[in-house]
């Protein structure tokens, strides 16, 4: 029940953020740019959407590939119905659904070692649409934003992913360190940390094969160019002409925000950033709200077409999802709260 609670609140809230910019907005002017839309790029931006799932349930593939050594299945409908879990659930629990999936249908995948490598795979995004941030931030040149601060995060992220590195590297030195401080801890959660950190490890198996990481960026690298071409288009169809410096401003803003999930899908606070980095470039409120909802519109509907479609035949119930995902939370089985 409380899960539900949960959910609701989030929804109020996203009502709320939506009603407060709808609130702020000339709806004639509103209107009357929505009417001259194109729609045909909308249908090039659905399939783009479909094409950009793809890669990310095959950059999924080659992460636990590299670590398992070999290709588990279901990898592109635990992809999408975990995206259609993160529209309906806050706190990205679509996360730890994926990985529930990807469980149940490879014997020998754990739960936690699924999560690890999409994890590990959602850094690489957050890494290169900080890079996005920086170089269009760089672009517009404008007083108003911080490079320095961009700068530090920047360093933050290669911070954390050269951390990493040397905790997959060094691990064997960490243990003696993790087996004292176990021995202050109760049995049974001692015995729950050690299982799920040899799982996480195993996870991290990934960053000891160059030739996937590599793979894993290079796909990367293609995922922001096909959703970049999706934030162009959506600017076509809306017959706006903007630099190169604000399409990668936006692209890397607008799905940054997804970082902060206070609302299901970060509907409201998406359109907020959304608006705001529009703002720099001249884009009225109007234009930039609807800017916002035609993409996360095409974003919504694409999920909810295939991510709906692998949801009933994978014989999910949302009753029994929301109770199993609140399930793993309470037993620790895995860590949802991720950052990415």
């Given at each position: 029940?409380?899960?539900?609670?949960?959910?609701?609140?989030?929804?109020?809230?996203?009502?709320?953020?939506?009603?407060?910019?709808?609130?702020?907005?000339?709806m004639s002017r509103f209107w009357q740019a929505a009417t001259k839309v194109h729609l045909a790029w909308l249908g090039v931006v659905l399939l783009l959407k479909s094409l950009a799932s793809g890669i990310k349930a095959l950059r999924w593939r080659i992460a636990m590939h590299a670590v398992l050594g070999w290709s588990p299945r279901h990898t592109f409908s635990a992809t999408v119905i975990g995206l259609l879990a993160n529209l309906i659930f806050p706190a990205r629990l679509g996360e730890v659904l994926r990985a529930q999936i990807v469980q149940k249908n490879n014997q020998g995948v754990s739960g936690s070692l699924a999560l690890t490598s999409n994890i590990l795979t959602q850094l690489f995004d957050v890494m290169l649409l900080l890079c996005c941030l920086l170089f269009g931030v760089l672009g517009v040149q404008r007083t108003e934003m911080q490079v320095s601060h961009l700068l530090a995060v920047v360093g933050l992220m290669v911070a954390i992913f050269v951390g990493l590195v040397v905790f997959e590297v060094y691990y064997d030195r960490f243990a003696p360190l993790g087996g004292r401080v176990g021995s202050l801890l109760p049995e049974r959660i001692a015995q729950m940390l050690g299982r799920i950190l040899g799982q996480v490890r195993q996870g991290l198996g990934l960053l000891r094969k160059p030739w996937a990481v590599s793979q894993v960026f290079f796909l990367t690298l293609c995922l922001w160019n096909v959703e970049a071409l999706c934030y162009f288009l959506i600017f076509q169809a809306l017959q706006l002409q903007v630099s190169f410096g604000m399409l990668l401003l936006v692209t890397g803003a607008a799905n940054l925000a997804f970082l902060a999930p206070v609302t299901p899908g970060a509907v409201g606070v998406y359109q907020a950033v959304c608006i705001w980095v529009l703002g720099f470039a001249g884009i009225s409120r109007e234009i930039g709200l609807l800017y916002s909802l035609l993409m996360q519109g095409c974003d919504v509907l694409m999920i909810l077409l295939l991510g709906g479609t692998f949801f009933v035949r994978e014989g999910l119930q949302l009753g029994n999802v929301q109770h199993h995902l609140q399930k793993d939370l309470h037993d620790g089985v895995v860590q949802a709260k991720t950052k990415v």
């Open positions: 029940m409380r899960g539900w609670r949960r959910m609701l609140l989030g929804l109020l809230l996203a009502g709320l953020l939506l009603g407060g910019m709808v609130y702020f907005v000339d």
